[in-house]
């Protein structure tokens, strides 16, 4: 008869941790444990799970989809035992909450949501600064409680809700000459000096492609990653920018509705299962009723 596989409470810690950092050395100062010690006990758990754990990707490491199903049980083990503790010790104190999201969202479209749940809420919040596909990443893996990300489509295995649907923009000088008019098309930006983010990020090979299809060419004067350091340059004088409708614009810049380029549609993500702490549920309708604020 076969054994069924046993959860090491040890191993499950050590292995949330390194899920966390994905180096065995950042794991092993943080554990206060020797490097091979950490190696041993994941190790030591993928073998009493039959499951593969991480892999390797070019340099460093990523969690598979076993592994990150694992490090979300890990952490929720983890978050239970903490709270099941505190309460034996009569310890009513908050428990932390973590939200993720990219830093134009923290900037522009969360900011009064947390600024006024930070005001309400003795919870200590943690932000994790990711990507779209790091936000996902860090929802699956149990990293990060609650994310915010844009999705052409809702993922199966998290739960979205809608949080706003957000043009995308020309932002420019107020005194350069496509300021005049109230709505632009793509191939207005024919020869105009274009502050962009670099190849490499999904908004340039966006934009790229909706101004290939028109016919038209980018002419990019500055690479810029983050809404902030774009609308410095155009601020400058440097370039035009297409930004989130969301930004808030600095002085003397101006922004212009383009309408070829796709809305994109905000979503507050969490897992489908596992404990819903009243600190997440209360930030969860913060941040729910904050963005129904803005779109109003």
């Known amino acids: 008869m076969p054994v069924a596989p046993s959860l090491d409470l040890e191993l499950l810690r050590t292995f949330a941790v390194f899920a966390a950092q994905l180096n065995f050395t950042r794991a092993a100062e943080q554990l206060h444990l020797s490097q091979p010690a950490v190696h041993a006990h994941v190790g030591r758990l993928a073998e009493s799970l039959g499951v593969t754990l991480y892999r390797r990707e070019g340099r460093g490491l990523a969690l598979t989809d076993d592994g990150a199903r694992v490090a979300a049980f890990a952490r929720e083990t983890a978050e239970r035992s903490a709270g099941f503790l505190a309460g034996l010790r009569g310890d009513g104190a908050p428990r932390p909450v973590c939200l993720c999201a990219g830093a134009g969202s923290y900037m522009h479209l969360l900011g ?33 409680h609650l994310g915010v990300a844009p ?15 957000i ?11 496509l300021s005049a008019r109230r709505r632009l098309r793509l ?34 004067a500055v690479e810029a990653n983050g ?16 930004v989130s409708g969301f930004c808030r614009l ?14 994109k549609t905000y979503h507050l993500l969490r897992r489908r299962r596992g404990p819903r702490p009243p600190e997440q549920e209360a930030l969860r309708r913060a941040l729910l009723a904050g963005c129904a604020a803005w779109r109003r």
């Open 151 to 165: 999705l052409e489509s809702r993922p199966r295995d998290l739960s979205a809700e809608l949080l706003g649907v």
């Open 227 to 242: 809404w902030e350091l774009t609308l410095r340059f155009v601020e400058l004088g440097v370039g035009v920018a297409v």
């Open 187 to 220: 191939r207005d930006l024919g020869g105009v000096r274009l502050v962009a983010p670099s190849p490499d990020r999904p908004h340039r090979r966006a934009l790229d492609a909706a101004l290939s299809a028109t016919g038209t060419a980018a002419d990019v």
């Open 112 to 144: 009064e949501s947390l600024r006024a749940w930070t005001a309400a809420s003795a919870a200590p919040l943690r932000l994790l600064t990711r990507d779209r596909e790091g936000t996902l990443d860090a929802l699956r893996s149990g990293e990060a």
């Open 167 to 177: 043009p995308q923009v020309l932002a420019m000088p107020v005194t350069h000459a």
């Open 250 to 263: 600095p002085p003397g810049v101006v922004a212009r509705p383009l309408p070829e380029l796709p809305a």
